[in-house]
DNA sequence: TCCATTTTGGTAAAATCTACCAAAATTGAG
DNA sequence: CTCAATTTTGGTAGATTTTACCAAAATGGA
């Protein structure tokens, strides 16, 4: 489904998705119709999801983020779709995972400040039902933060 | 620093990181030249860090990911810095975080396969000098993988 | 208030995007 | 292998967008 000239396309588009489709013909080989053309069924096939600005955290007044370990009381269909409809819609959750291991699920949260994510734990976080445990994790550094897939 | 009006370009840049000029200063209000000068001075001074085109994960062929806790030894300066460079240079690792808890660090890994995964371990991880434990947590489900800040 | 500095909106040339075309390459059946 | 059907390719041109410049408006410090 994916083809190796796709791959380098994807590549490319990671490391600068402002490319213009000239520079990304040049880089893959192309001309910049096929370019054009291969690009635009990513996209429209769902394997380019979006683009997206990377902002710095920081700089944008985020000065706060943690890693949440989660795990539900129970795992029935009703308490799991209502925690995961839940946090679907909290945008402080940048990530959110089901994994194996003690906790059920990995969470990154990113607000301005301490103030903030104690509120968000107040007010979102144990109002969710059926939660058995929450620990927090604060983010002393960010050492990588990478949204590329490595082709 | 960043102003009000910053944080809305940021916000639609981080929605749709290809949007043109004038969609951007539409939706925010704002001359096209204005528009274009304030994007360029996000850019320039370091608050956009780039721009990336989000890719389908399984779609592209990586069926496998995971977060990883790992501890150190020892916290001398020399063995973190060799961590950091190792995990650094590392593509299939996306993120790292240094954090407070039971693990120094919180790693999410992407690979197309278990047996990329085991391989990962066995010739990365597992030869970091000073490494004291890695628990890793399988990715069952991804619920959100979000990159935007929420402005 | 007044002047200096910064930010703004408008404009036009250069660059880019995007939809078309015919040619080339690939595929599959006989 | 051959040939026709299908897909993919490169080239082109009009429409759109980017980008550098200008004078006007807004800001803010003394």
Redesign the pocket.
């Known amino acids: 489904m994916v083809e190796e ?1 796709d791959e380098k396309i994807l590549a490319e588009l990671q490391k600068d998705g402002r490319a ?3 520079q990304l013909a040049d880089t893959v080989g ?5 370019c ?3 690009v635009r069924a990513l996209e429209e096939s769902g394997v380019i999801e979006g683009y997206s600005a990377l902002v710095k955290r920081e700089a944008a007044g985020f000065a706060t983020s943690a890693i949440l370990h989660v795990s539900l009381e129970r795992h029935d269909t009703t308490f799991v779709d209502e925690f995961v409809a839940r946090v679907m819609q909290r945008r402080e959750v940048l990530e959110c995972f089901a994994t194996t291991g003690d906790a059920d699920y990995h969470l990154r949260v990113v607000v301005r400040d301490m103030d903030a994510y104690n509120k968000f734990l107040d007010e979102f976080m144990f109002r969710i039902p059926g939660i058995r445990h929450v620990r927090t994790n604060v983010i002393l550094k960010e050492i990588k933060t990478g949204v590329a897939l490595p082709f």
Chains 1, 2 share one sequence.
């Open positions: 000239q213009t489709n000239q192309m001309s910049t119709s096929a054009w053309r291969r």
